[in-house]
């Protein structure tokens, strides 16, 4: 405490240890205006010295500069509208109404829930066709959730189908030089300036290979979606945090959890090749069913060059008319190709949209199939390995509600989701409502009731909420396989849509006879493979019991089939002269 004293305070400085600020003054005291002068004269240093700073930062580092703004306005748009549609159902949203509640007042009280999730729905769809690329994917996932999502949501995220903005011929150019270190004239003796095609994450052209002289289609990532991935997803899963955080009860955690593990795989192309060539190889062994892979002949990162196929969307059905391909049989092969990969292959293709799905015509004289037409598989950027346990526990499911058995859905539901909700997830699983399920009339009803979100929430406004909890709870696998359910029965719809009414239920039936002949089969498997790893020892009485149960499992297996099948030729006899009623009606 030697230097505490007051007198330490009137000890002389040193010049060299005086304040900054002290020289300053001294220097202008003998100015006048010198102080004002000289704030003002810093003040204008430094907004000068940061101006030349930044502009020479933008000048010599112009890539990562522009890379930071837009950024930052990608995440300032995803946040605005974060926070405008929380405000919007936090401020504005109703709570249910309760059975208290006259109709007049549950009807008041859903309109404005509808507003609120139309409304929303709009922000949100601006905000994503704003930002682009992998909001645009977003959009579109949420678009094809019709059974889960409201309906105000889904019919709101629909346009962004077709929404997608191409990128320019100089910049395809760029990135075809960066992966494969060649222009697009040194590469390609011809190459088309007008994709045939746009999506979210890239585009088509049609091009010639200058080495070969072969007609391909070359699919090139939009430059920036790789740029912007990493932060974009990171963005939406602040924005679905956040939401969380807000309303507890928002339970869609699982959207954005998918995304992160979907998208790095989309965005690599070399998985497109490895994915087209497993399914070919896959369903090599099956020359019955008319699937054609494009052949990949290079892959990068960015850039995909395969086989240039002729043909149409699965659900052009002028263009089925002029070839004269029957949509009975499109509908049944594409059933048939997705029942294989989800039951015996056990690799599924989860994005089977009708772009995905094209139709080309053939000589049916010349194939192995017999049809008059392929079925062209593209865009195998999103696959699941579906586990054997998963794929049997899976086809029980769908053969419980087959059979409208009540305990044994309740048993394998609450396998697969982890929940009791069984009533509400067979609704999901199927599309078809609980009294047609419960009632047995899956696989026999020939005016099957349709399942919606915003029909069931006329009934039970709590609906929502029980799917949040279902979907939840599920693994992330099956949320992909109810995704890729909902797509397969959108194509039917629209393969079915001039036909009859009576003609369109046929084909619902036939769907879930197809999907019972496959359940069939893996669970026939699955059993032979458990009588086979129970017996330990081999003596003569086992043998006997192994050949005994092996046996009845098959020919229980034939006798379900055998029906299925018998059934399908009546439903088919049916629909010939419900056909020709039609036409002489008209």
Request: aromatic share 10%; hydrophobic share 40%; with cysteine.
């Amino acid at each position: 405490m030697l230097f505490a004293g007051p007198w330490a305070t009137k000890m002389p400085r040193r010049i060299g240890s005086m304040p900054a600020l002290y020289i300053q003054r001294s220097l202008t005291s003998s100015t006048k205006g010198g102080a004002w002068q000289w704030r003002r004269w810093r003040r204008t240093a430094a907004i000068a010295s940061v101006s030349l700073g930044v502009g020479g930062y933008v000048v010599y580092n112009h890539d990562t500069a522009y890379l930071v703004a837009a950024s930052m306005y990608r995440c300032s748009v995803a946040a605005k509208v974060t926070c405008q549609v929380s405000w919007d159902y936090y401020r504005n949203f109703p709570d249910l109404p309760s059975d208290d509640d006259s109709a007049e007042e549950r009807k008041r009280i859903l309109a404005i829930r509808s507003a609120v999730h139309l409304r929303s729905a709009e922000r949100v769809r601006a905000a994503l066709m704003k930002n682009g690329g992998v909001y645009i994917k977003l959009g579109q996932h949420i678009s094809a959730m019709q059974y889960v999502l409201p309906a105000e949501w889904c019919a709101t995220m629909q346009p962004l189908q077709d929404q997608n903005t191409a990128s320019s011929l100089k910049d395809v150019d760029r990135v075809i030089f960066r992966d494969f270190g060649q222009h697009i004239d040194e590469l390609f003796s011809d190459f088309d300036a007008e994709p045939i095609g746009v999506a979210s994450l890239a585009q088509v052209h049609r091009a010639v290979l200058r080495e070969t002289g072969e007609e391909v289609a070359v699919k090139v990532q939009h430059p920036m979606v790789r740029t912007y991935s990493d932060i974009d997803i990171a963005t939406v899963s602040v924005m679905f945090e956040f939401i969380h955080s807000v309303f507890p009860d928002f339970k869609f955690m699982w959207l954005s959890a998918e995304m992160k593990g979907s998208l790095p795989l989309e965005l690599d192309f070399r998985n497109d090749k490895s994915n087209a060539e497993r399914v070919e190889w896959n369903f090599a062994p099956r020359p019955d069913i008319p699937l054609a892979v494009p052949k990949m002949t290079r892959a990068s990162e960015r850039v995909l060059i395969m086989e240039y196929v002729n043909g149409r969307r699965c659900d052009d059905l002028r263009y089925l008319r002029l070839h004269s391909i029957n949509p009975d049989e499109v509908s049944r092969e594409i059933g048939r190709v997705f029942a294989e990969m989800t039951y015996v292959h056990g690799f599924l293709h989860c994005d089977p949209h009708p772009g995905n799905l094209f139709v080309r015509p053939r000589d049916g004289r010349k194939t192995t199939h017999g049809h008059n037409f392929d079925l062209v598989l593209l865009d195998h950027g999103l696959y699941r390995h579906l586990s054997p346990r998963f794929r049997y526990e899976y086809a029980e499911m769908w053969h419980a509600l087959m059979k409208g058995d009540t305990e044994m859905i309740k048993h394998w539901s609450r396998q697969l989701s982890g929940t009791d909700l069984y009533i509400l997830f067979s609704t999901i699983l199927t599309g078809q409502n609980w009294s047609a399920i419960e009632a047995k009339s899956l696989a026999k009803s020939t005016a099957p009731a349709h399942f919606s979100v915003g029909s069931m929430m006329k009934q039970h406004p709590d609906i929502l909420r029980q799917i949040t909890d279902v979907l939840s709870s599920v693994p992330p696998v099956l949320l992909l396989v109810l995704k890729t359910n909902d797509l397969l029965r959108m194509v039917d719809q629209k393969l079915f849509a001039d036909q009859p009414p009576a003609v369109q239920q046929h084909a619902q039936l036939r769907t879930w006879m197809r999907i019972s002949h496959y359940c069939l089969i893996a669970i026939r498997n699955a059993r032979s493979q458990d009588i086979h790893h129970s017996v330990s020892r081999a003596g003569f009485l086992q043998t006997v019991s192994r050949i005994g149960r092996l046996t009845m499992n098959w020919i229980t297996f034939w006798v379900y089939d055998t029906a299925l099948s018998l059934y399908n030729v009546v439903l088919t006899i049916e629909d010939v002269f419900i056909r020709w009623r039609a036409r002489l009606a008209h």
